[in-house]
């Protein structure tokens, strides 16, 4: 089979140091990977990174992403079989543009693809498509979740069986433009001496297509149970939401964006308050950081990327390297490079 990308882009690599795991699919450029378990396989829902010519700025317009691929395997260290498009912008009766972080959920013999998109109005929404496979296609519905915003959603399902949806990122995101669930078009991005934007969370409805609640705040608290504030770049919210479970605990991590760290905070229950940990996982080569957390085969895995092949910062490529907690359930900090 020929390759899909470039040469150029095959063969360049730009990491300044020696990475601690490689790329896991080269023939198309992938990012933001949320993975899960499903029959039996890991399977991947990364956005679908591609060259379209749009100039890099700070509102993320470069990230000009049209489709999803899904993606699979039974091994980390194996082989990685891409299952073709599952859903296309085309295919989405009221998006624009800017396909960003997706994420994908099961419920009673149907698959839930979840998705960020600028609607016809250029405003971040969040769709749901459905599909009878993990891998799709999915097909989305009309309309996009009514009352929902900004973008990466991440769905998390609870012991008993109930589904939240955490969701936003600032700046690009547009989160900082939504208060108590109300729409601003002029509010600035978020300043030093700020109070930081929180992300959101929302108990999903018995179909899974909408939200059974207001949406409300994540309640993330620093060491001293405060709450943070803008000027805490190296700790405070700025995208990419992750919630997993482990030993008792609700773990809520989460992207810096503007200071590339990968940090966590933990709680007690799905809506919080999530108190500050540290960081999980330190700047990767590229500006975005976006991961996903998952238990498979007796192992906790941290999915990521980086942009080793490219250089690019927006033609990115999904990595996988195991995660380890401590004895008192905190999280091994990983770098992603070899020292
Ligand atoms: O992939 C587009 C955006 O970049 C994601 O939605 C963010 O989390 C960042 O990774």
Known sequence: MSLLLPAAFAQKGTLKREPVSQPLIKKQFTADPSAHVFKGRIFLYPSHDIESGVAENDNGDHFNMKDYHVYSMTDVEGKVKNHGVALSLDDIPWAGRQLWAPDAAYKNGTYY??????????????????????????KAEAEPIPGSYSIDPCVFRDANGDYYMYFGGIWGGQLQRWKNNQYNSTAPIPQPGDTAVLPRVAKLSADMKSFAEPVREVQLLDENGKPFMENDKEKRFFEAAWVHYYNGKYYFSYSTGDSHNICYAIGDNPY?????????????????????????????????????????TFLRNVKVTELFYNEDGTIRKQNAYKN
């Open 113 to 138: 693809l979840y998705f960020p998109a600028k609607d016809k109005q250029d405003i971040f929404r969040i769709g749901v498509a459905t599909s009878k496979k993990p891998q799709g296609p999915f």
């Open 272 to 312: 919080g308050p999530f108190t500050y940990k540290g960081v999980l996982l330190e700047p990767v080569e590229g500006w975005t950081n976006h991961h996903s957390i998952v238990f498979y085969d007796g192992h906790w895995y941290l999915f990521y990327h980086d942009v080793q092949i490219s250089g690019k």
